[in-house]
């Protein structure tokens, strides 16, 4: 696998698959690699014959200087997993390849992105991402970008962004990866101590609790959430939201009648983390987070 960091020199390697006709595969990240981020470029390789893998700490989807900051980094060792994975090639921009000087455009998606994330980070945050998404799809220009459902609010935001815009990419959302206690792989895992670690295992279990009482034929949607609001609570995390949406429009549900998305974010700590189920009451949709069972594709 080669590593290249600007965008004249990643043409220049995609030039021959492209001439070709090779289906390019997108993986985009912000380093600190895990599993999850592994399962990604694995079905990029089953896919496509051609794999990319972005590598940028995005500064325009943090609302917080601190939070930029302690973002855990280390390009040898994401290179490495990269490789190991199926990756072919690695693009690692620095800030100033994709924000030179002067730069003022912003990709913007309205309505899905107002909510959960947009309220609790700010609608800037959305914006990075759909700004930087699309440099990147124009600089890489893939068949196929790889997503995990696990920030599956941002997976709905980019899909519409790829209709609305006309943007040739399929855009796949792969499960997610869970860790043997439940605990959904992130990045910022790495942030937590051992004791908050073992307390952000209650964003899995109070999901858990949520689909476990829908299965038992529950499907009052507040009457679904209070246990789990306990369970957050009896865990001492800070919960931003805990909610019932469609998946479609993220707009909250009164009664759970058809699939519907639970979504949380809380805090453990110092470390901001979010978590998803999406749950059918007629179907053992469930069962994975509740047998913690959710393995890489």
């Known amino acids: 696998m080669k590593t290249v960091s600007t965008v004249q020199e990643l043409r220049d390697e995609l030039a021959s698959a492209r001439r070709s006709g090779e289906s390019i595969g997108l993986v985009p990240t912000m380093g600190a690699l895990h599993a999850g981020h592994l399962s990604l470029i694995e079905a990029a390789r089953r896919q496509c014959e051609v794999v990319v893998v972005s590598l940028f700490v995005n500064p325009a989807q943090f609302n917080d200087a601190g939070d930029l900051s302690k973002y855990p980094r280390d390009e040898a060792r994401d290179a490495a997993l990269a490789a190991g994975a199926g990756a072919d090639l690695m693009f690692a921009p620095g800030v100033e390849e994709v924000y030179p000087a002067g730069f003022a455009t912003t990709v913007s998606v309205s309505a899905l992105t107002e909510r959960l994330e947009g309220a609790s980070r700010g609608r800037g945050h959305f914006d990075g991402v759909t700004t930087v998404v699309s440099k990147l799809f124009n600089m890489v220009m893939p068949d196929v970008a790889f997503f995990g459902q696990k920030d599956a609010q941002q997976a709905l935001v980019i899909r519409r962004m790829v209709r609305d815009l006309n943007i040739p990419v399929r855009i796949e959302?792969?499960?997610?990866?869970?860790?043997?206690?439940?605990?959904?792989?992130?990045?910022?895992?790495?942030?937590?101590?051992?004791s908050e670690r073992e307390q952000a295992t209650a964003l899995s279990r109070a999901l858990a609790v949520v689909a476990e009482a829908t299965q038992a034929g529950e499907r009052d949607a507040e009457r679904l959430l209070a246990p789990a609001r306990t369970e957050l609570e009896r865990s001492g995390v800070t919960t931003e939201y805990l909610e019932l949406v469609s998946p479609d429009t993220l707009e909250p549900v009164a009664r759970v009648d058809a699939e519907v998305l639970a979504l949380v974010a809380a805090r453990v700590g110092t470390t901001r983390l979010i978590d998803n189920l999406l749950i059918h009451p007629v179907a053992a949709a469930a069962s994975a987070v509740a047998d913690h069972d959710e393995r890489p594709l």
């Open 173 to 194: 959302v792969c499960p997610i990866v869970r860790d043997s206690d439940g605990l959904a792989l992130s990045s910022r895992n790495a942030l937590l101590t051992a």
